[in-house]
C-alpha cells in the first residue's frame, strides 16, 4: 500500500509540475497587478506606473499591469497582505523596497521576511538625501548639524516611516554627527513627508533623490546632501555626505523592483524573470525615469538574490550597532 501510494504521489507531482508548465507557456492570460505598499504620488508608485508601462506590448507580457496601493506603517501594511494574504498564481506582484521590508523583518512585529517572497528583478536604486524648505536658514549639513548641537532632539525632520530606507539614513546620521535628531514617520510615505517640509511643518526631512528632484525644480525645496558613495548624476553640486565630514555609506539607497509572493510557480517565476527586466530597458521607460529624477539601475533576479543577501547582512549588523 505504501508503494502504491508513493507512486501515486510522484505520478501527481509529475502531472503538477506539467500543468505549471503549460501554464507558464499560456502566461499571462489576463491582467496583472502590482501592489505598492506607498500612496500614490510617492517615489515607489510615481515610478512604478512608468516601468510597467509597456507591459501590454507584444514584446513584453502582453498583458497590462495595474497598480494597486496598499499603504501603511512605513510599507508594513502592503507586505504582510502579500506575505499572507496575496495570492502566488503570477498574477499578484508586488513592488519591493529594499533596505524597507528587510530592516522591518529584522526589527520584528510583522509577518515577512525576505524568505516570504521571490524577486524577479530591479529596476532602480533612489539614494536618500536631506532637503529643508526653499525659505530655510539652513544652506548646508554644517549648519544643520550645529542646529541639533544646540538644541539637542529639538530638529524635526519627515520620513516616509520607521525603519525604512529614510529612518535608516537618519539613524546614520545620527551616529556619524554624534547629535539626537527629531525623526517623525509620515504616515503618508514620501510624498506626505516632503508636503511636511514644504508646508514648513517640520524643520527639514530625509526623502528620496527622485521626489527631492522634482520638488527643488519646482523651486519648493534645497536639498543639502547626499546619503551614498558618490554623487549622483541629477544633483552634480550636491555634495555627499562622506564629502561634507559624516562617515556615512549607501546603506539607506533606495533598491526598488518587482517581487512575487513564495509558492509561485516556477516556470512563472522564469517567464517574469526573463521578461521584466527588457521591460525597465525600453527606452521610453528610460526617457520618462529621467525626466522624472528617477534613477535607474537594471539587475536580473539572479543579481537581485544576491543583493538582498547582501542588504540583510548588512543591516543586521548596523541595526544591532545602533
Do not use: C
Request: glycine share 12%; net charge negative; aromatic share 8%.
Amino acid at each position: 500500500m505504501k508503494t502504491l501510494i508513493a507512486a501515486a504521489s510522484i505520478a501527481l507531482m509529475g502531472l503538477t509540475g506539467a500543468a505549471a508548465a503549460d501554464s507558464a507557456e499560456n502566461y499571462p492570460e489576463r491582467p496583472l497587478m502590482l501592489m505598492v505598499s506607498y500612496g500614490a504620488g510617492g517615489a515607489t508608485d510615481f515610478q512604478a506606473r512608468i516601468v510597467t508601462m509597456t507591459a501590454g506590448n507584444e514584446d513584453a507580457l502582453g498583458m497590462p499591469i495595474a497598480i494597486v496601493n496598499k499603504p501603511g506603517a512605513g510599507g508594513r501594511v502592503g507586505w504582510n497582505w502579500m506575505a499572507t494574504q496575496a495570492e502566488a498564481d503570477g498574477y499578484t506582484l508586488g513592488a519591493y523596497n529594499i533596505p524597507h521590508f528587510i530592516a522591518q523583518s529584522i526589527e520584528g512585529g510583522v509577518e515577512y521576511s525576505a524568505d516570504s517572497f521571490e524577486p524577479i528583478a530591479n529596476w532602480g536604486a533612489d539614494p536618500a538625501v536631506f532637503v529643508v524648505g526653499a525659505d530655510s536658514e539652513f544652506n548646508s549639513m554644517e549648519d544643520v548639524i550645529a542646529y541639533a548641537k544646540e538644541n539637542p532632539g529639538g530638529l524635526t525632520f519627515s520620513g516616509a516611516g520607521l525603519y525604512v530606507g529614510h529612518h535608516i539614513a537618519a539613524l546614520q546620521l545620527e551616529k556619524a554627527a554624534g547629535v539626537k535628531l527629531a525623526y517623525i514617520p509620515n504616515n503618508a510615505g514620501g510624498a506626505g513627508a516632503m508636503k511636511a517640509v514644504i508646508a514648513g511643518e517640520v524643520l527639514g526631512g530625509v526623502n528620496n533623490l527622485s521626489d527631492a528632484y522634482r520638488a527643488k525644480e519646482a523651486g519648493n525645496v534645497k536639498i543639502l546632501g547626499v546619503f551614498d558613495n558618490e554623487r549622483s548624476d541629477f544633483l552634480p553640486d550636491v555634495p555627499t555626505m562622506q564629502e561634507q565630514g559624516y562617515d556615512i555609506d549607501n546603506t539607506s539607497v533606495n533598491f526598488r523592483g518587482v517581487m512575487v509572493p513564495k509558492g509561485t510557480p516556477q516556470p512563472i517565476i522564469d517567464k517574469l524573470a526573463e521578461v521584466v527586466p527588457t521591460m525597465f530597458e525600453n527606452d521610453r521607460v528610460a526617457g520618462k525615469m529621467k525626466a522624472g529624477g528617477s534613477p535607474m539601475h537594471v539587475m536580473t533576479r539572479d543579481e537581485v538574490i544576491e543583493m538582498w543577501k547582501a542588504r540583510e547582512a548588512t543591516l543586521k549588523e548596523l541595526l544591532a550597532g545602533l
